[in-house]
């Protein structure tokens, strides 16, 4: 059975609109601040190590939680280089990677999470607002489309499951006009959209307010136990600190025993030139909304403020041995696919072509969202695996991680989605297979009406899986 992603699109178009496309994230093409690389040794109450959402958000919370602290954040790389700067700037309330998954592991607690995540959304929308973050915040809320039959019958659950207002073929096709579209699902107030770049940046601008020093280019390679506290060997000097959080996300975590717990997953993007106010007319699109189908292959999209379409999704890449390497990023087979299902959703915007085309690894989690865990006597706090859905999460987890080092129980510690980890993904060559093999399988369901084979029904049962 054919999808409508299989339809044939003019291979001269595809070409044509790639040609002139720059490769590297559009959002990480604009100026901005350096930071000096760590020389010599200094000491610090709280070393965070990574300088994406995670770190950010940790190093910022912590400063305000306790004004004197000497706080330290490090990168191996730039502030917000990674998959903070690459991802598709989707702000999403959801602390679960969605209500059906949430709900599926914690039924007992899903009411709870998703008001967790509603007050976390919330909470940032005015942590911007306060500290006058330049981000380009749109609160535009999220419509989901159906793209084949079968997916029209889940819009309409999830709607009377409370996510949202189910919208018919014609009332999702007058918000924007695909012909691929059969239904709709629409949330108002559950996702934000932001420029991910420059929320990096300008967390790190308030982190620098607030009394945080940033290293850039200073690369931790080892933790050790010193006495009460903690040595980190970083750069070209090393940190003495008593408490630390790990926020490296997809790189390989400085503890041993976290390292299987997610798979480094390669998401491929593609960004339009500046829709002209002609083109724009052709779709509509006048309220903004980010928009994402649902299939298991899904692609996402949304609007730029200057009004590019950032189109991304699809394609979801794992190579052997869970290795993060530049070179996975140039993957021509998956920009060409994700042009062809572009001209597939809006053929009447054939004249539009890509100014940029990028790529990054995601920390895929076999649960499909983040999880913590205390280290080194609880001196050290870690969080990773958010698969994909970590732009609004991550406020969250840096809140868990300082709370987790506190040692005092509160709401979020006591959550049962924070108290237990994941399973771990097994070690090559299981993992290849395993991965490749649900892929598979997860493409065939979208070939056969959703329906799920018996692989992916008996992971469904484990509480295993695999997503972007």
């Not at 928009?291 to 200057?306: E, P």
């Not at 920009?335 to 690894?361: E, K």
Request: charged share 20%; glycine share 10%; proline share 5%.
């Amino acid at each position: 059975m054919q999808t409508v992603f299989d339809s044939p699109v003019d291979p001269q178009l595809v070409e044509r609109s790639l040609a002139g496309s720059a490769f590297g994230s559009m959002w990480l093409d604009i100026p901005r601040p350096s930071y000096e690389q760590l020389s010599g040794s200094l000491t610090a109450d709280l070393v965070v190590v990574g300088a994406g959402y995670t770190g950010l958000w940790t190093a910022l919370h912590a400063a305000e939680r306790n004004p004197g602290q000497k706080i330290v954040v490090v990168d191996a790389a730039r502030v917000g280089w990674a998959a903070s700067g690459r991802n598709g700037g989707f702000v999403d309330a959801s602390l679960t990677h969605g209500r059906a998954n949430g709900k599926a592991r914690w039924p007992n607690e899903i009411d709870k999470l998703e008001a967790m995540g509603r007050e976390n959304l919330d909470g940032m929308q005015a942590d911007i607002q306060r500290l006058g973050l330049d981000v380009d915040w749109q609160r535009t809320g999220m419509l989901t489309v159906a793209t084949e039959p079968h997916q029209v019958a889940w819009l309409r659950e999830a709607a009377d499951d409370g996510e949202g207002r189910f919208l018919s073929e014609q009332e999702v096709r007058a918000e924007v006009a695909s012909p691929t579209y059969r239904a709709g699902l629409f949330n108002p107030d559950s996702t934000a959209i932001v420029h991910p770049a420059k929320l990096a940046i300008e967390l790190a601008r308030a982190c620098v307010a607030a009394g945080v020093q940033i290293f850039e280019h200073t690369n931790v390679t080892a933790m050790e136990s010193a006495g009460s506290g903690l040595r980190f060997t970083a750069g070209n000097g090393s940190i003495t600190a008593e408490r630390a959080v790990l926020a490296t996300n997809v790189f390989r975590s400085l503890i041993p025993g976290n390292r299987l717990r997610t798979v480094p997953v390669y998401d491929y993007v593609l960004s339009t030139e500046p829709l002209s106010d002609a083109q724009l007319d052709r779709i509509g699109w006048a309220n903004r909304q980010g928009i994402g189908d649902c299939a298991n292959q899904f692609h996402y999209y949304r609007l730029s403020k200057d009004n590019r379409i950032v189109w991304g999704g699809y394609d979801a890449i794992y190579h052997f041995g869970r290795r993060v390497e530049p070179v996975y990023e140039n993957r021509p087979a998956s920009y060409r696919r994700l042009a062809q299902h572009f001209f597939i959703t809006f053929p009447q915007l054939d004249d539009v072509r890509f100014s940029h085309r990028w790529a990054g690894a995601i920390d895929t989690s076999t649960r499909f969202c983040a999880h913590w865990g205390l280290a080194r006597g609880g001196r050290v706090a870690y969080v990773n695996g958010f698969t994909g859905l970590g732009v609004g999460a991550a406020r969250f987890a840096a809140d868990v991680c300082l709370d987790l080092l506190d040692g005092k129980p509160t709401d979020r510690t006591e959550l049962e989605m924070v108290r237990k980890r994941p399973l771990p993904f097994p070690p090559e060559p299981l993992a290849s297979i395993g991965i490749q093999a649900t892929r598979w399988s997860l493409d065939r369901a979208d070939h056969n009406a959703g329906r799920r084979n018996l692989l992916l029904r008996a992971l469904d049962a484990l509480g295993l899986g695999f997503d972007s």
